[in-house]
Structure formats: C-alpha cells, structure tokens
C-alpha cells in the first residue's frame, strides 16, 4: 500500500534541526521524498510499523508531529502534482 | 471529498517568502491546516479546481511545487496523527 508521511520538526533549536535531519534520513530508507517534508512510502503494514515506531522515537512529541496517510494500492489517480521536482511513480523505481 | 494539499515553495529569496505567505494565506481559505505545509480541505470539484487555479498562479512552477491527494469520503481511517497538536502557524519562526 501507498503510505504517505508528513512531518513538522520545530527547527528553533539546534537538538530540532537535528531531529529533522534524523526523521529525514530515516524516511529515506523507507519512501521517496516527494517535497521537503513529504514522502510516499510503498510498504506493506509490518513496515509501516516500523517506520512509526522509529520516527516516534525520534520527534519530540510536545513540539513535532507526524501524519500519516493510508492511500491503499489504488493511488495512481489520487495524486496530482504541479511544478517543480515532480515526484515519480515509487513502485516504478523499486529496485529489488 | 477530502483532498489533502502539501507544497514545498522555496524561500531563499524574499519573493519566495511572499509566495510561501501566499499560498499558506490561500489555503487557509480552504481547508484546515494540520501541519506547516500541509492543509486539509473538504471541498467538492469545483472548490477544488479553484483552489488549484489560484495555487499554481502563485507559486514560481521553476522552483515551487504543490501536491493534491484525493482522499474521498470515507477517509477518517486513512489519515493517523502523532505528536503536538496542529493549528499553530509556525510560518513566520522558520529558521532558514
């Protein structure tokens, strides 16, 4: 299934400038960055787990947040994008 | 329907900046804003292709980039929420 992940990391701080470099780079091992703080995630539900589980011990709950989107398997029509970076079609590119 | 609109506008120039406050600004006329960069809007087709009309004359399409997730109606299962609570504008604290 398509998951997308969003994130919002207070940067006003220094240890939060080093908690969203964390959430980033561990999005990365799980999705394709689709824009600064968004990525799409093609995963089964084990994963997602998972994922959640890591990035929840890294944000500071009080002062980050973390959405997360269920778009289930028939996304392609779903999604629209506009302007610059377009994002691709992740099952395209998996490399396995 | 729900779509759920993300945008990422680069603001290393002050006419990115003032892009940046125009879109959030727009989309505040919308729908809910849930994180920095991510609004919520429940809205029919028309709504929709109005508020996408006005996004994309607004942002530079060479640097700036919006997307839409149509998330339909039954999507209260879809979307999960972890850490601070949203509705707070952060836009004016970011340290770039």
Redo the contacts between chains.
């Keep these: 299934m398509l998951v997308?992940i969003?994130?919002?990391v207070?940067?006003?701080t220094a240890a939060g400038?080093k908690r969203l470099r964390k959430v980033a780079k561990e999005c990365t091992n799980y999705g394709q960055r689709?824009?600064?703080?968004?990525f799409e995630c093609q995963m089964d539900a084990t994963k997602c787990r998972q994922v959640?589980n890591i990035?929840?011990n890294i944000?500071?709950?009080?002062?980050?947040?973390?959405?997360?989107?269920?778009?289930?398997e028939k996304y392609k029509?779903?999604?629209?994008?506009?302007?610059?970076?377009?994002?691709f079609d992740v099952t395209d590119t998996l490399i396995l």
């Design positions: 997308l969003t994130y919002d207070n940067t006003q400038r689709v824009q600064n703080s968004v959640k990035l929840e944000i500071d709950q009080d002062m980050d947040s973390l959405r997360f989107y269920y778009l289930g029509n779903k999604v629209e994008h506009i302007g610059a970076k377009p994002g």
